[in-house]
């Protein structure tokens, strides 16, 4: 073996080239821009040589090797387009066509017919006369036309398959596969999900999950990595299916959960028609999860976005323009003493909006009544929480980590990203341990699967906590594995170095979450582990560090610092000192009752309106049946530019890809309006970089706001957060029998307030919300069909909710998610299930 | 070491004492081509009629000895007589025999088939030699040297017959020499496409890496093939004693047997003769103290066709669907796991321990230069005498079907050498020598060993169309050529055996082979159009006349032929009117009968009825009508 020479000769049609050595023909040819017709090599993909058009001939060799597979040697001499090559890739390509519906292909009219839709009354849908989503993306047509195929000698015979819709996101027609094997490769190789699979034999074969299951059934994690790889229109997003090829693109950090993937919004007339993965190798690394890749068109070009300012006039909701709403916003503010006002915004927004929105509240208000409502999602747990923010580790660690901790996570569809990250560690070897009271995506793959009961998780990392401390003889936990197998884990997550921990959402709702992160983050002290909390909210770093809560000041200080007061009033050039009276978007009516509240993309709460007068900032009206005074409509994350801060501390920048709809405004745009009104200095912006310049004089790692540094940071709290007591609540003995144990959460993959289950299609199957999940055994027992209302009774509510079969979910347990602001206070807890005969 | 030479010794004592002793033994052919002709309730009929008479004898069930239209065979050896082989042996027939052998002293020789001693014996007035028989003297038995004469399941009787001294061999010259052995006896691979057995094991040997892989191949999946699993079934440990010959040469520590999952008894076989080689030493760490490590292990494939190609074996093995990659890198350089990979056929396997026992030179003996050594085939179709055969490579195709085979039944049309990938050659390649090359350039290929003779009956449109229509259904659907390709080609064929093809369908037909053919990615695709390229070179007159004169000379292709009832048989016996589905044939008892051919869908009922019914004349007659061109 010669190793020395790095690169080798080749002759390509008649032209000699130096290439690397290990490169495909293929490779080599694209790299000079020889044409080589290709369907189902990818470049992110291994070599299949499926598709045959590829074939070259190449002297000394017999029959014609596909470029794709064969790799370059030392003076190949090779030919790309000899007339014998030519005919047989005509020959291949007829047969392609043959069973693909191919009308938009090799159509005498189809040049008039793209302008007049002439032919479509003729051919219609069978034929694929322009009826493809992919028309003008396929890369079929393309090849089709650089091969210059005008007939198909061979008789045409279309399958004749279903159109599979039942499955949300995209659509299958296996009517238009060329079966390149793309898909296949993608979800095995790439995702390492393994969801589809070849299937069948000789003309029958087709790809899917394997036992005709669906894809929801088979474990799919709606990536749409497959569909991004098809080169035709067999794998279709349905909620851009008629959208065509996009005209631009702009890569921005998705604002659907904490890990901060880079996204590129695909953008046609000034509208968001898709999400792709970035190929940006930081966070993401070129994956995205199901609602990066797919949730943002619908919820962003929703019909019912808020396009204009509108109040509240005689019961009637009336359009009034920006000048008339900000004055009449000015008005209302300018009344309220600083206990009478209240400001939530949620953190969603960009660290600008939260900036000025803690300084409106600061400076222009005198109040330190700010919040961002956050903190009930995270509830008792929040200052648990906050400790192991402060450990955190960039995801890259999971790389390298030799064994890597996950405690309720699940990552199916919010952070599948992470998911991968983790494939991928198994598959060089790592230890990855799982602890999760339900049946979900990573214990089928993880090496060990811990269950315990809902609750039961900090028993096990008591465990483990105790036994690396060198307590050997600690006695482990009943759960589904055995003591020694605990033991013989313990032993392993000891013996690693470098391991990492990554904290879930569905370990922070318990009533002992405190105590179960307290353990957690002794447990890593032990084990020098580094923790990897995963914010659900995107910009809940920036939010800390902006201090949009009554209790931290911008930089993550104490509220009560004054030095950092005197910084502050030097800057903002006010007086300004803070109330301490315990409000917080837990708990409004702690201080005086308020005369204004102003919500910004936060849903309002469905009770009694909590002030006189309410001020509703958001993308949606409010779902809730009251109606604000003033509504004020704002720009999504895609139309407007600024950072966000993910959970690893990067600060990322989110740039504006399309104009907002209407006259919708960015939030801090509406802010520094009305302040100005107010006749309140320093919210002179006119750009959003003036913001950040401001903000990069008080918070250390804001710099340059075009190219920020994206670099890792775990974050530093000074001072602790109020927690609402959350009183008294226990199961006590009361006679009655309580077989269930409802394990309640709040609602996670919710944006500005709204969840998207509520605004993308998609996301309502997948994200069951408002259900009650039930074990079917137990639903069957309970004579319960799918869907039927059914009356959960506790010691302390009776709720109703519509059942739904979950075989991931043990016998006697059932699981709920819940808007936050109806939370209960015991979790888990003992509860009655009946049908409802409401 | 010391313990398999005891064990050896005892072997050969109790095999001398078996064959020498006093009591008589009968063997029976049980593999699965006896037992499908009811070896099993033959066997049950002699142990019934040994226990009627109070008889004492060794019932050996062995493996298969050839002749399989024979089937059942039962052999009987009693002292004073060499064994004695009886074919078509039904329980009433093999009662009689043994009441008559064994208590009356009367080998019956009008029942038998032949005897195993030496020529003139006058007690066996009246029996041919079994190896002068007709079929059996132009074979040679190198391979199946020891199937249908040994207990398959009883290493002792291996071990009695030579067994694994072909091993203790391979360990003194050393690996090297073992390559050089097997190169010198210019072995080729049996599973069909021929490539040096020798250079195969070098290139493995020479590539980088510890760990390396030997996997047999018996994933034999040819309609009319059977020679493998015969082997199998009848010499276990002569292809196990092979694995490990090569698995030496080529430094492997583990092997793989990829069996067809349906093939339930060379399984059971295998299995069981993996264990007696783990209790012999035979297997595991330092074997016989040469320090070589083997371990094996039996796979059961699910049995698609395609899993035969060595690239979609592998991934089948993996646990990855069964589909062909492109090669290179070949396996033997990345296969298995990525690791260097020899994938040898079971006959290659099974003929290592006679060549390393008696030397190249004696194996080339046998077969001519290029082409040494013996190949086995089974001999199936229209031939009168069918079974599993081996005969030394060179021998002309008209040796192996006229003189082993006795001919077809009907007119010799033609034969189907190498199953659904090998070609249809027709009666002037009679003279063809059975070789690679010349296979190759006649258009079909040696293949595993499947030979179908066909003759007049057999129309070759329709003989290509069931050929193509099998590989399009095993296809893996990896490659448009294969995929799409063949299934055009079946079409095209079916519209011939329609009579709706007009000319161009031929030439399209045509290039459409050529392109499979050329394209394909794998040895599936890339042999599928065969039976289309040779039947179409040799057989286009009858194409021709599908099309130009909607004729079927074999009157096979449904929608050309005629069913009418000769008047000079018809003796009117109404079995067919019971038959017809669609009362079609109309006619009173004892009068002539008629088909309303509106009626008639050619189902062919009634002449199965009419041909095979006691009552019946086989008076219907199906032709084919030459149209109007």
Same mark, same amino acid.
């Given at each position: ?34 044409? $080589? ?15 045959? @058009? ?23 001499? $090779? ?138 059934? %088979? ?11 098809? #080169? ?101 503010? %300018? ?153 013989? @884990? ?114 309002? #709460? ?7 007068? @309410? ?224 | ?77 009693? #002292? ?149 699993? %015969? ?27 990829? $069996? ?21 030493? @035979? ?94 085939? %089974? ?9 599993? $055969? ?240």
């Amino acid at each position: 073996m010669r190793e020395k020479d790095a690169t080798v000769t080749v002759i390509i049609d008649n032209q000699s080239y130096r290439v690397p050595r290990g490169y495909t023909i293929l490779q080599a040819a694209e790299r000079f821009d020889i044409y $080589i017709p290709t369907l189902c090599s990818h470049k992110d993909l291994s070599p299949f040589g499926g598709c045959r @058009l590829c074939i070259v001939e190449v002297e000394g060799m017999r029959n014609f090797p596909t470029a794709c597979t064969t790799p370059v040697e030392e003076g190949m001499i $090779i030919r790309t387009h000899t007339a014998q090559v030519q005919s047989v890739r005509k020959e291949i390509l007829q047969l392609f066509l043959s069973e693909h519906t191919s009308s938009c292909l090799i159509c005498d009219e189809r040049e008039e017919c793209k302008r007049y839709l002439g032919t479509i009354r003729k051919a219609g849908v069978t034929t694929g006369c322009r009826y493809c989503p992919k028309d003008g993306q396929c890369e079929l047509q393309e090849v089709v036309e650089k091969l210059g195929i005008q007939e198909i000698e061979y008789p045409i015979y279309y399958r004749n398959l279903r159109v599979e819709k039942e499955d949300p996101f995209y659509d299958r027609d296996y009517n238009l596969c060329i079966l390149c094997g793309r898909c296949v490769r993608m979800c095995q190789e790439v995702r390492l999900a393994n969801v589809l699979a070849f299937k069948q034999r000789g003309r029958n074969t087709i790809v899917g999950p394997a036992y005709a299951r669906t894809h929801l059934e %088979s474990g799919c994690e709606f990536c749409g990595a497959c569909v991004s790889v098809c #080169p035709t229109g067999t794998l279709y997003e349905k909620a851009r299916k008629w959208e065509g090829v996009a005209q631009l693109e702009q890569v921005t950090t998705c604002s659907f959960c904490g890990v901060g993937c880079q996204i590129s919004l695909q953008i046609k007339a000034d509208r968001v028609i898709g999400g792709l993965p970035a190929e940006d190798p930081l966070v993401n690394n070129g994956q995205l999860c199901v609602k990066g890749r797919f949730c943002i068109p619908e919820l962003v070009n929703g019909p019912w976005r808020l396009r204009h300012p509108f109040k509240k006039f005689n019961g009637l909701e009336v359009d009034i323009s920006w000048e008339d709403a900000i004055t009449l916003a000015a008005e209302q503010l %300018s009344r309220c003493a600083p206990d009478e006002f209240g400001l939530l915004i949620s953190s969603n927004c960009t660290t600008e909006d939260l900036y000025i929105a803690q300084k409106f509240a600061r400076v222009a208000m005198g109040s330190n009544q700010v919040d961002s409502p956050a903190r009930l999602f995270y509830g008792p747990a929040l200052n648990a929480y906050l400790a192991l923010l402060e450990k955190s580790v960039p995801l890259a660690e999971v790389r390298e980590a030799p064994a890597i901790l996950c405690v309720g996570l699940d990552t199916r569809y919010g952070r599948s990203v992470v998911g991968v990250e983790l494939r991928r560690a198994m598959h060089r070897g790592a230890r990855v341990i799982t602890i999760h009271p339900r049946e979900h995506n990573l214990a089928l793959t993880a090496h060990a699967w811990i269950q315990p009961p809902p609750g039961g998780e900090g028993e096990i990392l008591q465990f483990f906590a105790r036994f690396t401390a060198g307590e050997e003889s600690a006695s482990p936990p009943e759960t589904n594995l055995s003591s020694e197998t605990l033991r013989q @884990l313990a032993r392993e997550l000891k013996q690693a170095s470098g391991v990492v921990i990554l904290v879930g959402s569905e370990v922070l709702h318990y009533s002992a979450s405190p105590q179960i992160l307290a353990v957690l983050h002794r447990l890593a002290e032990n084990l020098g582990a580094g923790v990897l909390p995963l914010p659900a909210q995107n910009n809940f770093v920036g939010s800390l560090l902006m201090g949009t809560y009554p209790e931290l000041l911008p930089g993550g200080f104490s509220s009560a610092n004054e030095k950092r007061l005197k910084e502050l009033e030097k800057v903002w050039q006010t007086e300004f000192r803070p109330l301490t009276n315990g409000w917080n978007s837990g708990n409004l009516s702690a201080g005086k009752p308020l005369k204004v509240l102003y919500l910004i993309g936060e849903a309002l #709460p469905s009770g009694e309106p909590p002030a006189e007068f @309410l001020i509703f900032q958001n993308i949606y009206p409010p779902d809730s049946p009251i109606r604000p005074d003033l509504t004020l409509p704002a720009a999504a994350f895609t139309e407007a530019d600024g950072t966000f801060v993910n959970g690893e501390g990067r600060v990322q920048r989110v740039h504006r890809a399309v104009n907002p709809p209407g006259e919708a405004l960015p939030d801090w745009e509406i802010l520094c309006r009305i302040a100005r009104k107010m006749g309140v200095r320093g919210f002179d912006f006119s750009d959003v970089r003036e913001i950040h310049r401001e903000i990069a004089a008080l918070v250390d790692g804001f710099q340059d706001f075009d190219q920020p540094p994206r670099q890792a940071r775990s974050l530093t709290i000074e001072g602790k957060f109020q927690i609402a007591a959350s009183g008294s609540f226990e199961a006590k003995p009361d006679g009655k029998k309580y077989p269930y144990l409802l394990n309640a959460a709040p609602l996670e993959h919710v944006y500005r307030g709204f969840p998207l289950s509520s605004r993308v299609e998609g996301a309502r199957v997948i994200f069951a919300d408002e259900v009650l999940h039930m074990n079917p055994r137990d639903a069957r027992r309970a004579r319960l069909q799918e869907g039927d209302p059914v009356e959960v009774t506790s010691q302390y509510f009776r709720k109703v909710w519509p059942v739904k079969f979950s075989p991931e979910l043990n016998r006697g347990i059932v699981q709920v998610t819940v808007l936050q602001n109806e939370l209960i206070g015991l979790n888990p807890i003992p509860v009655i299930i009946r049908k409802s005969h409401v | 070491m010391n313990s398999l030479e005891e064990k050896i010794n005892r072997a050969r004592q109790e095999w001398q004492a078996l064959n020498n002793g006093k009591t008589p033994i009968i063997y029976i052919g049980a593999a699965t081509c006896g037992r499908a002709a009811g070896a099993l309730e033959v066997l049950a009929a002699v142990r019934e009629t040994l226990k009627q008479h109070r008889l004492r004898a060794h019932i050996v069930p062995v493996g298969c000895i050839g002749p399989c239209y024979l089937e059942p065979l039962m052999d009987v050896k009693r #002292p004073g007589y060499p064994r004695i082989c009886y074919g078509s042996v039904t329980p009433a027939k093999a009662r009689r025999i043994l009441e008559s052998f064994l208590l009356e002293d009367d080998p019956l020789p009008e029942l038998a088939v032949g005897h195993f001693g030496r020529d003139g014996d006058p007690a066996l007035e009246g029996i041919p030699r079994f190896f002068d028989l007709p079929m059996l003297k132009p074979q040679v038995r190198v391979v199946l040297q020891n199937c249908g004469f040994i207990d398959p399941e009883n290493i002792d009787h291996y071990l009695a017959n030579d067994g694994y001294q072909g091993l203790l061999k391979a360990f003194s010259l050393g690996p090297e020499a073992v390559i050089e052995e097997v190169g010198e006896a210019g072995l080729r691979g049996r599973g069909g496409a021929g490539f040096p057995t020798a250079r195969k094991w070098r290139i493995c040997r020479q590539a980088p890496g510890e760990v390396k892989y030997l996997i047999c191949n018996v994933s034999e999946g040819d309609p009319g093939a059977f020679m493998n699993r %015969s082997l199998i079934e009848g010499d276990p440990h002569c292809v196990l004693e092979g694995m490990l010959i090569a698995a030496y040469a080529i430094g492997a520590s583990h092997g793989y047997i990829y $069996i067809n999952s349906d093939y339930h008894l060379a399984i059971a076989r295998l299995k069981k003769a993996k264990e007696q080689m783990e209790a012999y030493g @035979l297997l595991g760490e330092n074997i016989l103290g040469s320090g070589f490590d083997f371990d094996l292990t039996i796979k059961e494939g699910a049995g698609a066709f395609v899993c035969g190609e060595e690239t979609a074996l592998i991934g089948s093995i993996e646990g990855r669907r069964g589909m062909p990659r492109s090669r290179p890198p070949f396996p033997a350089v990345s296969g298995l796991f990525g690791k260097p990979t020899v994938i040898n056929n079971v006959e290659t396997l099974g003929t290592l321990p006679n060549i390393l026992r008696n030397g190249a030179s004696w194996y080339r003996q046998f077969g001519v230069k290029g082409n040494y050594g013996t190949k086995t085939f %089974s001999l199936v179709g229209s031939i009168r005498r069918g079974g599993l $055969i081996e005969v030394p490579l060179g021998i002309k195709l008209r040796q192996i079907i006229f003189d082993i085979g006795g001919g077809s039944w009907k007119k010799f049309k033609g034969v189907q050498t190498g199953g659904p990938s090998g070609g249809c050659l027709s009666e002037e390649f009679l003279d063809l020598p059975v070789e690679y090359e010349a296979m190759a350039a006649a258009g079909s290929i040696m293949g595993s060993g499947g030979m179908i003779v066909l003759d007049e009956d057999t129309c070759p449109v329709d003989l290509a169309l069931y050929f193509l229509h099998f590989t399009q259904k095993e296809s893996c659907g990896k490659c448009v050529p294969c995929r799409v390709g063949t299934w055009h080609m079946v079409t095209i064929l079916e519209k011939i055996t329609r009579g709706q093809a007009v000319a161009e369908d031929l030439s399209q037909l045509q290039i459409l082979a050529e392109t499979v053919k050329r394209a394909s990615l794998c040895g599936l695709g890339q042999t599928a159009p065969n039976p289309v390229l040779t039947t179409l070179r040799y057989f286009r007159s009858e194409y021709l006349a599908h099309i130009k004169e909607k004729f079927c000379a074999a009157a096979v292709c449904r929608e050309l032929v005629e069913y009418s009832i000769d008047p000079e048989k018809c003796n009117g016996c109404q079995q067919c009117l019971e038959v017809c589905p669609t009362a079609a044939i109309k006619g009173a008892r004892a009068e002539v009968h008629q088909i309303d051919q509106f009626r008639c869908i050619k189902c062919k009922a009634c002449y199965e009825v009419c041909r095979y019914h006691p009552l019946a004349a086989n008076a219907i007659v199906i032709s084919s009508g030459r149209g109007v061109a």
